[in-house]
């Protein structure tokens, strides 16, 4: 597979509401889609949030399960959303949030799945690791793609992502260098 970039975008100074990728090809030039970001935002210290994901506009029809593994414990269940890990919330100074989606076949007319790994960085031993996987139950090519803190407060300045379309090989496995 090739993993080429198709934009990257990176918070300035005094913050952002969200990120938003909004010119995503359909054209049939990517199969796939790998987003990676590293956020924070300015949340109280010491309150990690998570960040919610859209696509094309929708936080409707997500279904899917997760695993959060945090300083003393696990948490397993079902979600009706797509959030993307924890951010730090400021909980320790300079350090972001990591995390990684990949969406295959994302402008097929099929329902989109989706596969989250996530990390809140922090100096202290409540810091989260999250794994999910889920479904989009729409049949709608994704066009564009949000991402916001969940409760409502400001992207820190530096927070980025960067979107990747992957492009199979024509027999959908063979290797494109």
Do not use: C, H
Request: charged share 10%.
């Amino acid at each position: 597979m090739k993993k080429t970039l198709i934009e990257r975008i990176e918070v300035g100074s005094g913050g952002a509401a969200s990120i938003t990728f909004s010119s995503i090809p359909t054209d049939g030039t990517y199969t796939d889609l790998y987003l990676i970001f590293s956020m924070d935002s300015n949340r109280s210290p010491g309150v990690g949030e998570s960040v919610k994901v859209q696509f094309n506009g929708s936080a409707a029809n997500f279904t899917g399960r997760y695993l959060y593994s945090y300083g003393s414990g696990n948490v397993s269940g079902t979600a009706t959303n797509l959030l993307a890990g924890s951010i730090t919330g400021n909980a320790t100074a300079n350090t972001m949030g990591n995390s990684s989606l990949y969406i295959p076949n994302f402008a097929s007319s099929n329902y989109k799945s989706f596969s989250l790994d996530a990390s809140a960085e922090n100096n202290a031993t409540e810091a989260y690791l999250v794994t999910q996987a889920g479904l989009w139950s729409n049949t709608a090519a994704i066009t564009s793609i949000n991402l916001a803190p969940d409760s409502g407060t400001l992207l820190t300045e530096y927070s980025s992502a960067s979107l990747y379309g992957i492009t199979a090989g024509n027999d959908g496995t063979t290797t494109v260098s």
